[in-house]
């Protein structure tokens, strides 16, 4: 008998040999039906693999990331046997799961897949996937397995097989088609009842230029047609959030090739909605006793190499900017937290002195490579809402705390409310990635998960993502459409203080190393107007919007009243403008929508006699007729339900 351990943390006892599926079944039938993959021990296997021996057991449905990364990458098989059905000297290569779905790098040699050819191969695809063929797979030698892909001319699957041990090599065989494979599969293709050809577009072998350059078939599929509509149809609704889109037609940013690629320009409604976002931080950090400091853009190249910045920047990074003297070199900073703690090196502290908490809204840089650029989420100039605390071990638990409720705070305020936690540790296995001690590490990790744990947030621990100098809590924000943004990071680091050797004089009147938190509720500024445009779709929350009321009065005479409207609007601090152009009110209404300006006030013979407006909202329609301070109560009321002082 073995025993097999469940996530709810259950022992349950089985014969040895039995499968997940056997686990599934033993749950119950309705469950069993929808297990698709499972994980043991770490290692995904498929539901028909032999359990050997007492273990942990996961068993995922397509629900799961875990089922959808099986699914995913059973399907990209099936992929690859309907395209060799149109193409049969084509060469597979390597067809993995990716977040959204799946691709197969193929070597089509002279021959072309374009967009037209996506339909024939999705009803081929489907018709190879109801032949509910049964996934297998089986060992192979690696003498046997070079001579099956020589004898198939195929170069990529020989490579690949050459860099592999011999007793660890596996094919998987579904109807007629073979691929070599390490595993994670569903039962049968027949639980496919979807997919959709999303792409075609050119990769080089192995990412490397120099290589041959084969055909990327992208692709998505599901267990039911209905799920599959769904996601074309979420599509469709992130193509009109897109915030390249949404920046242009709000006049918010813009890019200039002369300028340079991955260099935003902010126009004037961007520039103010930002200063917003700033100002908004900059209160609550002011409550929270952070002091605001400013330091250069550019630092000499000692400086990174100090803070280890130069071995993990600077190759990738823009080059060094030589001056007149021989030999000086100074760097565009890839990273504040370096002049911070020059900052903190300024004078000497006591205990007494701390916490210090040094807050800055700084500019980085780094050359990101031109295809990886995104508009503003991918960027080789970004401003970071940085802040680093100094403060003593005694004092880092409840100071982590106090940064977790800002970063909440900023969350609530913004309408950020699903979201989870990343406890972000260092690869174990590779130690060299890191600076510093293995104790200091263990020290910064198990604070972070003390002060998560505390606070009752939902996280998760994932080994290998922690930042080079230190493990950070990571948060995980969904937006409207349900996709996973990172946004916000906060980071205990032993290192730098060492390395800068940062000290503070003790209550025993001896010098002591202060510990350092970094902290960016928003991350940059960048990355996260671009995720608040395409959660909100443009309709920013009140307080925050450019133009928070345009007046459109419906003909010149009224002119005159809308100033007058627009000055005790003005002096209410309401943001405001008027549509004096000479179009009809219902064109100026509908390009006032389009704008997503939130509130349009009419204006008319009307409202002119009796005092008063006539207002709509922005997606909702006529709201009724009021006095102006009446309106302006309106506002401020909805502005006041939005924004919760700190």
Same mark, same amino acid.
């Given at each position: 008998?073995?025993?097999?351990?469940?996530? !709810? +943390? /259950?022992?349950?006892? %089985?014969?040895? &040999?039995?499968?997940?599926?056997?686990? #599934?079944?033993?749950? @119950?039938?309705?469950?069993?039906?929808?297990?698709?993959?499972?994980?043991?021990?770490?290692?995904?296997?498929?539901?028909?693999?032999?359990?050997?021996? !007492? +273990? /942990?057991?996961?068993? %995922?449905?397509? &629900?799961?990331?875990?089922?959808?990364? #099986?699914?995913?990458? @059973?399907?990209?098989?099936?992929?690859?046997?309907?395209?060799?059905?149109?193409?049969?000297?084509?060469?597979?290569?390597?067809?993995?799961?990716?977040?959204? +779905?799946?691709?197969?790098?193929?070597?089509?040699?002279?021959?072309?897949?374009?967009?037209?050819?996506?339909?024939?191969?999705?009803?081929?695809?489907?018709?190879?996937?109801?032949?509910?063929?049964?996934?297998?797979?089986?060992?192979?030698?690696?003498?046997?397995?070079?001579?099956?892909?020589?004898?198939?001319?195929?170069?990529?699957?020989?490579?690949?097989?050459?860099?592999?041990?011999?007793?660890?090599?596996?094919?998987?065989?579904?109807?007629?088609?073979?691929?070599?494979?390490?595993?994670?599969?569903?039962?049968?293709?027949?639980?496919?009842?979807?997919?959709?050809?999303?792409?075609?577009?050119?990769?080089?072998?192995?990412?490397?230029?120099?290589?041959?350059?084969?055909?990327?078939?992208?692709?998505?599929?599901?267990?039911?047609?209905?799920?599959?509509?769904?996601?074309?149809?979420?599509?469709?609704?992130?193509?009109?959030?897109?915030?390249?889109?949404?920046?242009?037609?709000?006049?918010?940013?813009?890019?200039?090739?002369?300028?340079?690629?991955?260099?935003?320009?902010?126009?004037?409604?961007?520039?103010?909605?930002?200063?917003?976002?700033?100002?908004?931080?900059?209160?609550?950090?002011?409550?929270?006793?952070?002091?605001?400091?400013?330091?250069?853009?550019?630092?000499?190249?000692?400086?990174?190499?100090?803070?280890?910045?130069?071995?993990?920047?600077?190759?990738?990074?823009?080059?060094?900017?030589?001056?007149?003297?021989?030999?000086?070199?100074?760097?565009?900073?890839?990273?504040?937290?370096?002049?911070?703690?020059?900052?903190?090196?300024?004078?000497?502290?006591?205990?007494?002195?701390?916490?210090?908490?040094?807050?800055?809204?700084?500019?980085?840089?780094?050359?990101?490579?031109?295809?990886?650029?995104?508009?503003?989420?991918?960027?080789?100039?970004?401003?970071?809402?940085?802040?680093?605390?100094?403060?003593?071990?005694?004092?880092?638990?409840?100071?982590?705390?106090?940064?977790?409720?800002?970063?909440?705070?900023?969350?609530?305020?913004?309408?950020?409310?699903?979201?989870?936690?990343?406890?972000?540790?260092?690869?174990?296995?590779?130690?060299?990635?890191?600076?510093?001690?293995?104790?200091?590490?263990?020290?910064?990790?198990?604070?972070?998960?003390?002060?998560?744990?505390?606070?009752?947030?939902?996280?998760?621990?994932?080994?290998?993502?922690?930042?080079?100098?230190?493990?950070?809590?990571?948060?995980?924000?969904?937006?409207?459409?349900?996709?996973?943004?990172?946004?916000?990071?906060?980071?205990?680091?032993?290192?730098?203080?060492?390395?800068?050797?940062?000290?503070?004089?003790?209550?025993?009147?001896?010098?002591?190393?202060?510990?350092?938190?970094?902290?960016?509720?928003?991350?940059?500024?960048?990355?996260?107007?671009?995720?608040?445009?395409?959660?909100?779709?443009?309709?920013?929350?009140?307080?925050?919007?450019?133009?928070?009321?345009?007046?459109?009065?419906?003909?010149?005479?009224?002119?005159?009243?809308?100033?007058?409207?627009?000055?005790?609007?003005?002096?209410?601090?309401?943001?405001?403008?008027?549509?004096?152009?000479?179009?009809?009110?219902?064109?100026?209404?509908?390009?006032?929508?389009?704008?997503?300006?939130?509130?349009?006030?009419?204006?008319?013979?009307?409202?002119?006699?009796?005092?008063?407006?006539?207002?709509?909202?922005?997606?909702?329609?006529?709201?009724?007729?009021?006095?102006?301070?009446?309106?302006?109560?309106?506002?401020?009321?909805?502005?006041?339900?939005?924004?919760?002082?700190?």
């Amino acid at each position: 008998m073995i025993h097999i351990t469940l996530p !709810d +943390g /259950s022992v349950r006892e %089985y014969n040895k &040999n039995s499968t997940p599926m056997d686990v #599934a079944k033993s749950i @119950s039938d309705g469950f069993a039906r929808n297990v698709i993959s499972a994980n043991f021990n770490g290692t995904t296997i498929e539901t028909t693999t032999p359990l050997t021996s !007492d +273990g /942990s057991l996961i068993l %995922y449905t397509f &629900n799961d990331d875990g089922g959808k990364k #099986a699914f995913w990458h @059973s399907s990209a098989h099936v992929l690859a046997q309907a395209i060799l059905e149109f193409h049969p000297k084509a060469k597979l290569t390597i067809g993995p799961a990716i977040d959204n +779905g799946f691709y197969y790098d193929i070597d089509l040699e002279d021959e072309v897949i374009s967009e037209k050819d996506f339909t024939k191969i999705e009803q081929k695809f489907l018709e190879l996937a109801r032949g509910k063929h049964e996934f297998k797979l089986r060992s192979v030698s690696k003498d046997d397995a070079l001579a099956y892909y020589q004898k198939e001319n195929n170069q990529y699957k020989v490579e690949l097989i050459e860099n592999l041990t011999d007793g660890e090599i596996t094919f998987c065989d579904h109807s007629d088609f073979t691929d070599l494979c390490r595993g994670g599969h569903i039962p049968n293709t027949g639980i496919i009842k979807a997919i959709k050809v999303m792409n075609v577009a050119g990769a080089y072998w192995r990412g490397d230029e120099k290589n041959n350059q084969l055909t990327r078939i992208y692709g998505i599929s599901f267990p039911k047609q209905k799920m599959l509509t769904e996601y074309l149809e979420l599509l469709e609704e992130a193509k009109k959030r897109d915030h390249r889109k949404l920046g242009r037609e709000l006049e918010l940013f813009t890019f200039s090739q002369k300028v340079g690629a991955g260099l935003p320009l902010w126009l004037p409604k961007g520039a103010a909605l930002r200063g917003r976002l700033e100002d908004f931080l900059k209160a609550a950090q002011k409550k929270a006793g952070y002091e605001m400091v400013m330091t250069p853009h550019i630092g000499q190249k000692e400086l990174y190499v100090t803070s280890g910045h130069y071995e993990k920047y600077g190759e990738d990074s823009f080059q060094a900017i030589k001056t007149p003297k021989m030999d000086e070199e100074f760097l565009l900073k890839p990273m504040n937290c370096p002049h911070h703690c020059e900052v903190y090196n300024f004078k000497p502290h006591s205990y007494k002195d701390l916490p210090k908490r040094f807050a800055e809204f700084g500019t980085v840089y780094r050359y990101e490579q031109s295809g990886e650029l995104h508009g503003l989420t991918r960027v080789r100039g970004f401003t970071q809402d940085d802040a680093h605390i100094f403060c003593t071990p005694e004092q880092l638990d409840q100071e982590f705390k106090n940064v977790i409720d800002l970063v909440l705070y900023v969350f609530g305020s913004l309408g950020f409310e699903n979201f989870t936690a990343q406890v972000s540790i260092r690869d174990k296995e590779n130690p060299d990635k890191y600076i510093g001690d293995v104790h200091t590490w263990e020290l910064a990790e198990q604070a972070i998960i003390n002060a998560a744990t505390d606070k009752g947030l939902n996280f998760v621990i994932e080994e290998g993502e922690a930042a080079f100098y230190g493990p950070k809590l990571d948060f995980m924000v969904k937006d409207a459409l349900g996709r996973s943004w990172q946004l916000g990071t906060i980071q205990v680091d032993y290192n730098l203080p060492k390395r800068f050797e940062l000290t503070y004089k003790g209550a025993d009147n001896q010098l002591h190393q202060p510990v350092m938190i970094h902290r960016a509720p928003f991350g940059s500024m960048e990355r996260f107007i671009a995720v608040l445009l395409e959660h909100t779709g443009g309709n920013f929350p009140l307080w925050l919007t450019p133009d928070q009321v345009i007046l459109l009065p419906i003909s010149d005479k009224y002119q005159k009243y809308s100033e007058k409207v627009l000055e005790s609007l003005e002096n209410s601090e309401i943001r405001a403008l008027v549509d004096d152009r000479s179009e009809k009110t219902g064109r100026k209404i509908r390009d006032a929508e389009m704008s997503k300006i939130p509130f349009m006030v009419i204006v008319g013979e009307k409202e002119e006699n009796e005092g008063t407006v006539s207002v709509r909202k922005h997606g909702e329609g006529d709201i009724g007729t009021f006095t102006i301070e009446a309106f302006i109560s309106l506002i401020q009321d909805e502005i006041k339900s939005t924004r919760v002082a700190f």
